[in-house]
T-cell receptor, first 115, second 111 residues
Framework: GAGVSQSPRYKVAKRGQDVALRCDPI?????LFWYQQALGQGPEFLTY????????KSGLPSDRFFAERPEGSVSTLKIQRTQQEDSAVYLC?????????????FGPGTRLTVT | GQQLNQSPQSMFIQEGEDVSMNCTSS?????WLWYKQDPGEGPVLLIA?????ELTSNGRLTAQFGITRKDSFLNISASIPSDVGIYFC???????????FGKGITLSVRP
């Protein structure tokens, strides 16, 4: 079946612009995660949804970052007034299990470049 | 915060050789996962481990969940060119479902 999909795959934004990144999880997966991956580093947790409820947003680096999953399926990560330090790959993952991480399956990521 | 340590940063092996890489932590984890990432792609799950001492295989890959719950290792046997990539370990404390990742090991395989 289809895996996790993300769009766009690449995004170039001028500093100060707002961006919206989309994630389509695997059908039936109730848990959805966003991670940020800087060049040469491992992914770092941003936020977690169980269905439409955002259960953990402790990893969001500032109040310019906002995520939503209004119908418990597709999720959008929005970054307002982008800064150069926001340049990174943004990864979305989904998981069937609700109580723990178990097996998280990742999408291909969106590479954001802020100029 | 919690950190997972992977070293060395890069490994170079000859095709056909076995390679082992480990991951250590100062904190206890309840779940260990190993991922492989190719350039321009997202991490692909290789093996998931849920119990201390567990040894799990997936083809030429074998991984173990350390008894202390603070380490894990991944072994690749009879390496082939498509094994090239970045290997990440990731752990979950079970507290809030987020994964903590190591910095990854870049594996190169010489034909």
């Amino acid at each position: 079946g289809a895996g996790v999909s993300q769009s766009p795959r690449y995004k170039v934004a001028k500093r100060g612009q707002d961006v919206a990144l989309r994630c389509d999880p695997i059908s039936g997966h109730v848990s959805l995660f966003w991670y940020q991956q800087a060049l040469g580093q491992g992914p770092e947790f941003l936020t977690y949804f169980q269905n439409e409820a955002q259960l953990d947003k402790s990893g969001l680096p500032s109040d310019r970052f906002f995520a939503e999953r209004p119908e418990g399926s597709v999720s959008t990560l929005k970054i307002q007034r982008t800064q150069q330090e926001d340049s990174a790959v943004y990864l979305c993952a989904s998981s069937f299990q609700t109580g723990g991480t178990y097996e998280q399956y990742f999408g291909p990521g969106t590479r954001l470049t802020v100029t | 915060g919690q950190q997972l340590n992977q070293s060395p940063q890069s490994m170079f092996i000859q095709e056909g050789e076995d390679v082992s890489m480990n991951c250590t932590s100062s904190s206890i984890f309840n779940t260990w996962l190993w991922y492989k990432q190719d350039p321009g792609e997202g991490p692909v799950l290789l093996i998931a481990l849920y119990k201390a001492g567990e040894l799990t295989s997936n083809g030429r890959l074998t991984a173990q969940f350390g008894i202390t719950r603070k380490d894990s290792f991944l072994n690749i046997s009879a390496s082939i060119p498509s094994d090239v990539g970045i290997y990440f370990c990731a752990g979950d404390t079970g507290a809030n479902s987020k994964l903590t990742f190591g910095k990854g090991i870049t594996l190169s395989v010489r034909p």
